[in-house]
């Protein structure tokens, strides 16, 4: 192996445990991953999970309760619903909807906003003030009002969803790109590789960009959490994923009219919703304890 590949690999090997060693004592951020793995497990392998399938209707089984309650059955651990559908497997089911919405939203908003940051950041001038007049005034509508009138209009579906979300979204990631860039323009690097004839779009996405790469990933991390809520919003409000396709916020909306007598209906996807945000949020924390230490003293 060449000497300089060695280095490389020490150097990669002793990244990874620093990261492990900070995870470890981070007992949130240990958590939080748990969490993350366990429900991209579950997306991954919800149909061998799953008991019985979500999308089969028995209505002699119709609103059962939990298997430890009087009167439930073993075969359905968390109760049935209105159609005498299996709970436990829908929500099985409903985490892919999550992860898939959550993180193809936040990688279109995360794609466009950094695009545009790094175009106002760098080269300032007429292009940065259009851009950031269009941000303030996209930031100045509230994002859910922008996204019912989009879903309303072009109709509810899984990509309708993603493309919505992302497009209502990139404007945080440009302002957060733009302030990070031009705290860097002026860098000896930037002014080395400019000095050497370096192609504009070489230093900025290759030199600047990756400076602030990490940044950006923790941003993206904690705004997973947010797309899903916003997912879980518009689908409990009816103008989000559609039946039979199985959604965690369709399941709130079909269990709120019966609250008062089958609790578990709406409980248990509310849990699901609360602990894949939960362990996303402890996630994002700890990265953002990595790669920004100055956090770790305003928070001590």
């Known amino acids: 192996m060449p000497p300089g590949m060695e280095y490389d690999v020490a150097k990669k090997t002793n990244r990874f445990v620093f990261l492990l060693k900070s995870l ?14 366990g429900v991209v497990f579950t997306a991954l392998f919800a149909p061998q999970l799953a008991p019985q399938s979500p999308y089969t209707i028995d209505l002699d089984k119709m609103l059962l309760p939990p298997a430890w309650m009087e009167g439930g059955n073993p075969d359905h651990l968390l109760g049935t619903d209105n159609l005498g559908r299996d709970v ?6 409903g ?26 950041g760098y080269y300032g001038g007429i292009a ?6 269009i941000v303030e005034a996209l930031i100045a509508l509230p994002n859910i009002l922008l996204m019912l009138v989009f879903v309303s209009v072009f109709g509810p579906s ?17 302002r957060l790109i733009r302030g990070e ?28 960009l990756a400076n602030v790469f990490s940044t950006f990933i923790v941003v993206c ?69 990595v790669f920004d230490p100055r956090s770790q003293g305003r928070r001590s």
Not at 24 to 37: A, E, P, Q
Not at 159 to 164: D, E, M, S, Y
Not at 181 to 207: N, P, Q, W
């Open 24 to 37: 470890l004592r981070s007992k949130t951020g240990f958590i939080g991953l748990l969490i993350v793995i």
């Open 88 to 93: 436990f497997s829908r929500i099985l089911y």
């Open 95 to 120: 985490s892919r909807i999550s992860l898939i919405v959550g993180i193809c939203a936040v990688a279109v908003a995360g794609a466009i906003g950094a695009l545009l940051g790094v175009i106002c």
């Open 128 to 133: 940065d003030h259009i851009i950031m007049r």
């Open 158 to 174: 899984v990509l309708t969803l993603i493309l919505v979300m992302g497009g209502t979204t990139w404007t945080g990631y440009t």
């Open 181 to 208: 860039v031009l705290s860097l323009r002026e860098r000896d690097f930037v002014r080395a590789a400019r000095s050497i004839g370096t192609k504009d779009r070489v230093i900025m996405f290759r030199h600047i």
């Open 221 to 289: 991390t904690m705004n997973v959490a947010g797309a899903i809520l916003s997912e879980a919003s518009l689908s409990f409000l009816g103008l989000g994923i559609q039946p039979p396709t199985i959604s965690w916020g369709y399941m709130l909306n079909e269990g709120r009219t019966y609250l008062a007598t089958s609790w578990w209906l709406a409980t248990f996807p509310g849990l699901a919703i609360t602990m894949t945000v939960l362990g996303i949020i402890f996630l994002g924390d700890w990265l953002r304890d």
